[in-house]
């Protein structure tokens, strides 16, 4: 009878040295707090759209590895205002649809992927209620999958968070409500920011941004935020454009790799969110793997782009002719905007002539 009794001992050991957390089995008794996820900026603005951040939509996103989601709640144009749309500024701008088709399609990628723990950070644009999203996470069936920690107590391990299939965490930046949504945390009750506004590469720096001042800073999990604006001013409006041409750049170990070095040394920790644009350039998942102390292994990145925007539109109306000049936008970004940019601002459209 010992025989079989250690045969299943054995069969149980091998089976949770095969299991994987996030891509690999070395992560699995790390806690939440001690691993780094490479994060997408305006994850959901894939669409083709000058304003867009990213090249690839969430699934894809996932695929890839992407474990970190910043998405913008926004009132939609049309609808009940208790409907949650995915905008960027305005739906006007950007529209990438109702949050409920998003998270649906997240939920069924988690649920053929059960060994990966995800977070979604919002920016409450419109200031939703802790209700208003309970609403959305409920028709979609992810709200099964949420975690809720509690205020000052340590974080599980990826493995805890994947055997209670509660593998998805949910920061938001105002409103939250722990009697109504105790799953929605307040970011800034765990997590402190870097700089998010940079115009060039020697803006990143390693400064808490958000919250300002905050009490508990050395407990805290923290976001790197790491991408590039070009500046744009309409009828006195500042409006900032995602540089997609110097993301080879932004993204290398010498832009990327060394704010991750200096935020390391300055915090004593790595960065838990390496908030990026255009993940798929650079050396974004080296660098992940390296903070990580796990293998790095090359894959292919991206599939199809995208080529056309759920609501894109543009207005007719007063054009202004606009000269960016230097701090503005330029080297190879410089072409996309020598055309007409159509800028839906408050229902102006612009020429914008680059020089």
């Not at 070395?26 to 806690?31: G, W, Y």
């Not at 493995?159 to 105790?182: C, E, H, K, L």
């Not at 070009?230 to 790799?257: C, F, H, Y």
């Not at 503005?328 to 007409?340: F, H, K, L, N, T």
Request: glycine residues 8%; charged residues 15%.
């Amino acid at each position: 009878m010992r025989t079989p009794l250690l045969f299943l001992t054995t069969a149980a050991l091998a089976a949770v040295a095969s299991a994987q957390c996030n891509g690999d089995s070395s992560l699995c008794t790390k806690k939440f707090s001690e691993v780094a996820y490479v994060t997408t900026h305006n994850a959901y603005a894939s669409t083709s759209n000058t304003a867009a951040n990213q090249h690839y939509d969430i699934v894809q996103q996932l695929t890839d590895g992407v474990r970190g989601f910043m998405l913008d709640a926004h009132k939609p144009s049309s609808g009940t205002s208790n409907d949650i749309e995915l905008c960027h500024e305005s739906c006007s701008i950007l529209d990438a649809g109702p949050l409920v088709a998003t998270l649906t399609k997240m939920k069924s990628w988690l649920d053929a992927n059960p060994g990966e723990v995800i977070t979604i950070f919002w920016e409450n644009f419109d200031n939703f209620t802790p209700a208003q999203f309970q609403s959305s996470y409920t028709s979609s069936g992810i709200s099964s999958m949420v975690w809720t920690q509690t205020v000052g107590q340590a974080w599980p391990t990826l493995q805890s968070m994947i055997d209670a299939n509660q593998r998805v965490v949910n920061f938001v930046d105002t409103g939250a409500n722990y009697t109504v949504a105790p799953w929605l945390h307040a970011e800034y009750d765990f997590v402190f920011e870097t700089p998010f506004s940079v115009l060039n590469e020697s803006g990143f720096v390693c400064t808490v941004d958000r919250p300002k001042n905050p009490a508990n800073q050395n407990s805290m999990m923290y976001v790197m935020n790491h991408f590039l604006y070009g500046s744009l001013s309409i009828a006195g409006i500042e409006i900032e454009l995602p540089q997609p041409g110097k993301v080879n750049t932004t993204n290398s170990d010498a832009s990327l790799g060394l704010q991750e070095r200096t935020c390391t040394s300055t915090f004593g920790r790595i960065p838990n969110y390496i908030a990026v644009d255009f993940y798929e350039a650079g050396d974004v998942f080296q660098l992940l793997a390296s903070m990580n102390g796990v293998t790095y292994v090359e894959k292919q990145l991206g599939g199809t782009k995208t080529t056309s925007s759920s609501n894109s539109q543009a207005t007719t109306g007063n054009k202004i002719s606009i000269t960016i000049g230097n701090g503005g936008i330029g080297g190879s970004d410089a072409g996309r905007w020598a055309a007409m940019l159509t800028a839906v601002v408050g229902g102006v459209a612009a020429w914008v002539i680059v020089m």
